[in-house]
T-cell receptor, first 111, second 113 residues
């Protein structure tokens, strides 16, 4: 089992709809969780960080964390074609503070 | 505030040569991590340096090495280059000493011919 798992996609969502991206992790004591966006040929860009259970909102983005279920998600409201990218989930391994990365979900927003 | 700077941006090397890549982290950041990314692959962790010490290491052969200087700038070196080393090499810096938010440089695209 991979430490951080994401559906590779592609996930196709109509413009204006809500895109929902999911990530599960195996280290029960992980404390820090991050979502990154990576456009093709570019480097990853931090979108959201979340550290406690519940929702965290920033503009059109909402991160949701459920530590009991070892699950973190990213919702993108009013999806735009510019949101088309690969979204990477990252989790801090508590034992050595290393960031562990999922393989990413490719999101396509259809105009 | 300047971001993470990686040099050079592009590099073409011949098989068997060696290469050194440089990364200057965000001012005040003490942790620098290096990643390899190939088409269709996720981020493959190479190593992380914190306060001039290698704190974590990924599963790469010994041809891949790195170091960090007292000003937190970091270099990674790849010796005896192979065609399979062609990739985007990314550097990320963090403020925390506990795996906090990481900020990436633009990367160095290495092509081995």
């Amino acid at each position: 089992q991979k430490e951080v798992e994401q559906n590779s996609g592609p996930l196709s969502v109509p413009e204006g709809a809500i895109a929902s991206l999911n990530c599960t992790y195996s280290d029960r004591v992980s404390q820090s969780f991050f979502w990154y966006r990576q456009y093709s040929g570019k480097s990853p860009e931090l979108i959201m960080s979340i550290y406690s259970n519940g929702d965290k909102e920033d503009g059109r983005f909402t991160a949701q964390l459920n530590k009991a279920s070892q699950y973190v998600s990213l919702l993108i409201r009013d999806s735009q074609p510019s949101d088309s990218a690969t979204y990477l989930c990252a989790v801090t391994r508590d034992s050595n503070y290393q960031l562990i990365w999922g393989a990413g979900t490719k999101l396509i927003i259809k105009p | 505030k300047a971001g993470v700077t990686q040099t050079p941006r592009y590099l073409i090397k011949t098989r068997g040569q060696q290469v050194t890549l440089s990364c200057s982290p965000i001012s005040g950041h003490r942790s620098v991590s290096w990643y390899q990314q190939t088409p269709g692959q996720g981020l493959q962790f190479l190593f992380e340096y914190f306060s001039e010490t290698q704190r974590n290491k990924g599963n790469f052969p010994g041809r891949f090495s790195g170091r960090q200087f007292s000003n937190s700038r970091s270099e990674m070196n790849v010796s005896t280059l192979e065609l399979g080393d062609s990739a985007l090499y990314l550097c990320a810096s963090s403020l925390w000493d506990s795996g906090g938010e990481a900020f990436f440089g633009q990367g160095t695209r290495l092509t081995v011919v």
